[in-house]
């Protein structure tokens, strides 16, 4: 199958990765030169445009940061042609990213004007999920749209998930990052405490993965530097799941609790505490660093 994926990031270069392995045809592009040169090493097909790439593709996948990137992608921008006038055929429309459900609406509903399937799939199980192939796919359109996308989506992830209508794949995706950041915020508050206090982190931490207070975010992400082989906590806080990222997910929770009068404390205090740490120069960092809000004063 001849598949255009648009977006080489920290998630999308290993998704498209998994897609050449399993024997498609991938066409890739991405305004970063070194994530193109990187997936053509893997196999794949570079392109000069997201347009180029979709010629006669089948399936366009798209993984970018941010709703304005999608929107500007399918829809166009400062005068520039959107991918959905520009296609020469009906090719099934997958966006990966994770962005406003009104964002995804709205470019649904655009899709569906032009006779086009658009399904909104935002993805969880980080970079390491991307990697070994094992994301969960949380998927918003038609059932004939899911169905069709399904083969396609299994080259990448584990768990496929239809959530219902379009946008409704954001909604999922939204609440799950709202509670993981919870999470990490508490796991590494709960952390810090017990240092503080004369535990060793790794012993603590076992602790608490055998007791009641285990989570995902103790279990498998362990934010404490050491304490979990393999971590982003443990190779200083590098790749993964940026800050900025966490930052901007639990804005579009904000966002959507305002829009539907939900009430949010525990959200809404995760928000600030990734916000804050974002400011004080840990953007960039995987979003585990959080754990360093709770060190300040520490020297190391």
Request: with cysteine.
């Amino acid at each position: 199958m001849k598949i255009a994926f648009i977006g080489l990031g920290n998630m999308g270069a290993p998704m498209a990765t998994n897609l050449v392995k399993a024997g498609h045809d991938v066409h890739v592009f991405d305004l970063v030169e070194g994530a193109v040169k990187a997936l053509e090493a893997e196999g794949a097909t570079r392109g000069e445009s997201a347009q180029a790439v979709a010629r006669g593709a089948e399936v366009v996948i798209s993984m970018l940061p941010a709703g304005a990137h999608v929107r500007g992608l399918y829809l166009g921008r400062d005068g520039e042609v959107g991918l959905f006038d520009a296609l020469d055929g009906k090719p099934l429309i997958v966006d990966a990213s994770t962005i406003s459900p009104e964002d995804a609406r709205h470019v649904g509903a655009a899709a569906a004007e032009r006779g086009l399937t658009y399904l909104d799939a935002p993805v969880s199980g980080g970079v390491g999920g991307a990697k070994a192939g094992t994301l969960t796919f949380i998927v918003g359109g038609v059932e004939a749209g899911f169905e069709q996308a399904r083969p396609v989506l299994e080259n990448m992830g584990k768990n496929i998930f239809h959530a219902g209508p379009v946008g409704a794949g954001q909604v999922a995706k939204i609440c799950n990052n709202m509670l993981l950041g919870i999470l990490m915020s508490g796991t590494a508050e709960a952390l810090a405490l017990g240092v503080k206090n004369g535990m060793d982190p790794a012993v603590l931490s076992e602790i608490m993965k055998q007791s009641s207070g285990g989570n995902w975010a103790l279990n498998v992400y362990n934010p404490w530097p050491g304490v979990m082989e393999g971590s982003a906590a443990s190779r200083d806080y590098q790749g993964g799941f940026l800050t900025d990222l966490m930052a901007k997910d639990l804005g579009l929770a904000w966002e959507l609790a305002l829009g539907s009068k939900a009430t949010v404390p525990m959200g809404s205090q995760a928000r600030n505490l990734f916000a804050l740490h974002s400011a004080q120069g840990s953007g960039q960092l995987d979003f585990s660093s959080i754990q360093k809000l709770y060190r300040a004063g520490e020297e190391g």
